[in-house]
């Protein structure tokens, strides 16, 4: 059932630098041990780092570069400056088909518009999106798109669902997920014209997923669907506020356990349910953004994680490369790009109109 | 320094009615003592209800209507089929000085439409706005606009500045409250246009508030700023994310203290510092959502919730009365929108184009 398969690691993307990226292929590898890595960057920093890790170092190569995207340029600098990067490199190879999925903690306004130019959004895309990982009270949904644009079209709706839905059967084994499209209340007539008119095409047209309606922002994390889709602004604010908030209570949490020493001997003895939750909560365990709608798969790290969140980013590049994500997806696309111009071109209630804006 | 104050309340409005709107006024009076109330709704049900709290029934006047809004009448029929009702009423009374604010459980559309029909937006005024009290681990803040709206303008989202900071002056009593635009990011680049443009705008215009400039949805609960302002769609599902948030860390809670036997002891010896928290992240404790930009307060309490929860909205509403909220806050928006038409006119860097969208 398992592949091998190819990582290439932008090797000086994030904050860190090659120190967590080695250290979380290192970690990747000891689940998934047929995994092999292309790592690209300074060859003598990376070689250093690998020196602690033979098990790793057996499975991986280096390819040298020693410029690098800053994690402050513009995509426009990044763009322009950008050939022979370590993230360019790593694009590269994906495209080349030396790798089957690339890794990056780097900048992500940079890293997006690369892989735009690089391997291309895929036939009928206008716009990729990222999608995060969201944990629920059930297991995880995914959530599209939380930041690779500002507002969307209906048809840009569209095709976030269709991109969830193929990530979801990726990675949750369901053949037909259950979508929702998020909303500030739940009936037909709420939203802006954009989201009417996407339910309107989801709702109306048939398509390998389930769609269930608009659902709400306290719902995503009740695990009531497998993926989510908003627009990229309320979708990176949802995402950061949920971070937030879970932050906000741990803090809450801490101070209500230190006010009376039997709460504190209770915490003490509690302490393995508190561990527990951390684990549930810890940020690291739901690490990487993967850019969906190119001809190639991408998996952004938070620039600021260590090792262990980045081990997290890698074993989802893992999971998306086992199966054949794009594939499927294209096809799905095509199918949907196909019925929406055919109920374009006939009569009907559905109408087009919304996506000249 | 405390007046007597009169709130008009909606005695119909919610999902529990006359009950949990009695018995928040109750609880409400308990703490402020020198506020009188005047109850539009059935007779016979309001009274019944007073009859079991003599000391609010000495500070209460009925006025009986037997029609209502229902909670899922669309605002255009509410609107054709409102006058006289409950809602109506209440509003009207805030509108002839009867009553300082109105309260309602009512259905937010309906409300809202009759709230700009009754009491007429303030001068200059586009939108209103609706405002969220937020807990922070500081304190609390206001986000406006959780949904009163969809998309804003650049001198919309400068408005919901200026009022988000008159409702911080009164409610917090800080001269000059911070303000922060939330944004997908932090540098000057990153957002829609309309919202580079109210930054633009919030930075370089001298207004009676302390402008920090971009912040993520991660820093609403750090309580970084005493106003967070942003579009309706992305607030309203911003709050509802961290309300769902919230609700599913307390769910990992209970299940990671449930797993073994010694958990359990030192959860119950941890119940003092457990309730704490419960009553931190309890929704009701901030229920309560503000119009602003009217001639006049309303506030909107959620319609499900219980008489502590309507209680919280009481006091809001009284917090808010007695101060001069809003002739201070006209005088504000008056000299903001002089100085945007100043700048139009003339030359420099703040163009008024994005206005025109």
Known sequence: ???????????????HGPNVVVGGAALSLERQPELSFIFFGDEANVRTELEHVPALSARSRIVHTDTVVGMDDKPGQALR?????????????VKNGEAHVAVSAG????????????????????????????????????VLDVGANIEATARQLGDFALMGAAMARALFHVECPTVGLLNIGVEDMKGADEVRQAHAWLKNTDLPLDYIGFIEGDK?????????VVEGFAGNIALKTAEGTARQISEYLRQAMQRTWISQIGAMLAAGGFRILKEKVDPRRSNGGTFLGLNGIVVKSHGGTDAFGFASAVDLAYEMAQRGLIGRLAADLEAFHHKLDASAAGPGPVSMSSQAR
């Open 1 to 15: 059932m398992s592949e091998p398969r190819t990582i290439a690691l932008d090797a000086m993307g994030g904050d």
């Open 107 to 142: 900048n992500t306004g940079a890293l997006m518009a690369m892989s735009k130019l690089i391997l291309r959004p895929m036939a009928g895309i206008e716009r990729p999106a990222i999608a995060a990982i969201w944990p629920t009270i059930k297991a995880e949904c995914i």
């Open 81 to 93: 400056r950008g050939k022979g990067t370590s993230l360019w490199l790593a694009l590269e190879a």
């Open 220 to 228: 995503i994390g009740q695990g009531v669907v497998d993926v989510v």
